[in-house]
């Protein structure tokens, strides 16, 4: 199970911090990101993070503002949002892959086998 916390609505330039909760499994053998869905739109990644925490991938649109990190000893991961613009309006989803590599990040939501319900973040002009 997969719980999202941390989501909000704030002004453009504003940070937001949302966390991620797993419960139910073997946090460490599951590679995790975040996803995110604007009004109208499909379902997207913005970041993942392999098993160890080793390797990330960020979505272009979020270079440079946003960062992914896990704590496997606390079956967590948090994605720090800063710089935020009107854009990263979305409703956003946890997701946890099975995966046998340590090192692999999965960029593909058909590649994750679990989902949070979603948070919702909304960010004023």
């Known amino acids: 199970q997969l719980v999202e916390s941390g989501g909000g609505l704030v002004q453009a330039g504003g940070s937001l911090r949302l966390s991620c909760a797993a419960s139910?499994?073997?946090?460490?053998?599951?590679?995790m990101a975040w996803f995110r869905q604007p009004p109208g739109k499909e379902r997207n990644i913005v970041a993942a993070i392999s098993r160890s925490g080793t390797n990330t991938y960020y979505a272009d649109s979020v270079k440079g503002r946003f960062t992914l990190s896990r704590d496997n000893a606390k079956n967590s991961v948090n994605l720090q949002m800063n710089s935020l613009k009107p854009e990263d309006t979305a409703v956003y989803y946890c997701a946890a892959a099975v995966s046998g590599d340590r090192i692999y990040t999965p960029r593909l939501d058909f590649e994750y086998n679990y989902w949070g319900q979603g948070t919702q973040v909304t960010v004023s002009s």
């Open positions: 139910g499994g073997t946090f460490s053998t599951y590679a």
